[in-house]
């Protein structure tokens, strides 16, 4: 009982410490400029360009699914910041030094990201209904909710699966971009999956989101909870399997690195 | 900021964009802005207009290149001073007998010479991989509104440097910034789409002049009048930005030489 008291202190000390520390620089305009303008700008950006290719009677696919979309901001940048940032702030050499349960020092990692970042798509979802239009009225709001926390949080696994690729490369944010547009056309955000290739749809549905945005657009149709239970099922443990990997990554990179003695260099 | 200094120090200029160019081409997230982002654009934006028009291709090949174009405006010309301060080198820079602008414009100068690859890239792969048949309407207007938009979004970094290095808070803005001109300047979609008064603000941005010109020259829906007039508002928004960005130099200038508070503010 004393063991779990301490790793659910540990967990908790450390999700909370290193997101302050990402947000060091953390002031009311940066932050409303990283967390609420870009994303309501990409969101703008997306749905004026689907609507203008589609015809405005489709705004609602857009504006759900790039709402959704932007879990992608806290759970792939910033989770996998809270990671690498260890790295980079010269603190993994003293982290990889102490007894701590590594799981809960890297789960804990991302914890408050998805707190964090299902905020940023309830704020979006807000934007939608208040820019755009969106009409929430068949849409059963706690289950819209859950499927907002279920689907930042398997964003957030891919995210630290990131985050531990920030410990073996230096092109973090190369990655980090890279992975972040690819789910832009990958999730289905943007496009209706049914007319990519077969490849294009294959890729997606290894992908987090791709549930979570097809759940929520379910859901503004006015689905019940039986219509999207699989999909949440599936999303859920898309996640977790991104995070188990991320973790035994973690895991190896600490074995190496101690090995090699190449910590900060690797 | 003395322009004339630009020709008088054309060696300098080139040999600066040279190294810029060298430099850059290892720097993975500039490879990402300038490379990456804009065929990610391009592929979604091809998928997402293939109905829109019947050119939608090259609407969209010139339109991700404008996107690469001012991502790379924004994040690598709007750091091309930031970095050298984050570098130590700032103070050495500004201590050398070469005026300190003339480094500046050589590597904006690099760094939007490079965004071109951006539209290079959108062309190649729309034309080979998506197998779109591209041609140019009018090859030679595209290719002057082409040096023209150079010359406009030069003069544009220009302004944008000074301000990142010396007004904090504005850069922290600048991830924000990204996708409003993308938005503003109708890249991928016309401005008639928006609000009726986010039109003079449009109007107020270079990037939006170049879409003009070179979306219209590239698929040819664009008359000629237009196209003049495109040209002269990049032109006279280009010498507005040399001036504001001469007093802005002044300013930096004065902080880092009299306050000597430029690199610890």
């Known amino acids: 009982m004393n063991g779990l008291a301490k790793n659910l202190r540990l967990f908790w000390q450390g999700t909370l410490l290193s997101y302050r520390a990402l947000f060091h620089w953390l002031k009311p305009t940066t932050y409303a400029a990283s967390k609420i303008l870009m994303p309501l700008t990409q969101m703008m950006f997306f749905i004026a360009l689907g609507t203008y290719g589609s015809g405005r009677d489709n705004s609602e696919f857009f504006v759900v699914g790039n709402a959704v979309q932007i879990a992608a901001v806290s759970g792939i940048f910033g989770v996998t910041m809270s990671v690498g940032g260890e790295r980079w702030s010269g603190t993994l050499v003293y982290l990889f030094g102490t007894p701590a349960n590594r799981m809960m020092i890297f789960f804990g990692r991302a914890f408050i990201h998805i707190i964090d970042g299902a905020i940023g798509v309830v704020l979006a979802f807000t934007w939608g209904v208040v820019l755009f239009g969106l009409d929430l009225s068949q849409t059963n709001l706690a289950l819209l909710a859950l499927t907002i926390l279920v689907t930042t949080f398997s964003t957030s696994g891919l995210g630290l699966l990131m985050g531990c690729l920030s410990l073996v490369t230096a092109n973090v944010m190369f990655v980090n971009n890279t992975v972040s547009f690819l789910l832009l056309i990958f999730s289905g955000a943007n496009l209706d999956l049914k007319t990519l290739p077969v490849w294009m749809q294959v890729i997606s549905n290894w992908l987090p989101l791709t549930r979570g945005i097809a759940a929520a657009r379910l859901l503004v149709a006015g689905a019940n909870i039986q219509s999207i239970a699989p999909l949440l099922v599936q999303e859920l443990l898309i996640g977790l399997a991104y995070g188990m990997v991320g973790y035994f990554l973690f895991k190896q990179v600490e074995i190496t690195a101690k090995r090699r003695g190449s910590l900060e260099t690797v | ?265």
């Open chain 2, 1 to 265: 900021m003395n322009y004339s200094n630009i020709i008088k120090y054309w060696r300098v200029v080139l040999t600066v964009a040279e190294l810029t160019l060298r430099h850059q081409m290892n720097d993975s997230f500039i490879l990402f802005t300038i490379l990456v982002q804009p065929i990610l654009v391009a592929v979604l934006a091809l998928f997402m207009l293939k109905d829109a028009a019947a050119n939608a291709a090259m609407f969209v090949v010139v339109g991700s290149g404008l996107t690469g174009l001012w991502s790379s405006l924004l994040f690598i010309s709007g750091n091309s001073i930031n970095v050298e301060r984050f570098q130590g080198t700032l103070e050495s820079l500004i201590g050398v007998p070469t005026p300190f602008d003339v480094i500046v414009f050589g590597k904006n100068f690099a760094n939007v010479l490079q965004s071109l690859l951006s539209m290079t890239i959108a062309y190649l792969l729309t034309a080979f991989i998506f197998k779109f048949d591209l041609s140019l309407q009018q090859p030679l207007l595209f290719f002057l509104s082409l040096i023209i938009a150079v010359f406009a979004f030069i003069s544009f970094g220009l302004t944008i440097a000074p301000i990142f290095v010396m007004y904090r808070e504005v850069q922290h803005w600048q991830n924000a910034m990204e996708y409003p001109v993308y938005i503003l300047s109708g890249f991928l979609f016309p401005i008639l789409l928006l609000p009726g008064w986010t039109t003079p603000i449009s109007y107020a941005l270079p990037p939006y002049w170049a879409a003009v010109a070179l979306h219209g020259t590239s698929t040819g829906g664009a008359e000629l009048n237009s196209v003049l007039f495109a040209w002269a508002m990049m032109i006279g928004l280009g010498m507005i930005d040399l001036l504001i960005a001469s007093r802005l130099f002044k300013v930096m200038l004065y902080k880092t030489r009299v306050d000597a508070t430029l690199d610890v503010q």
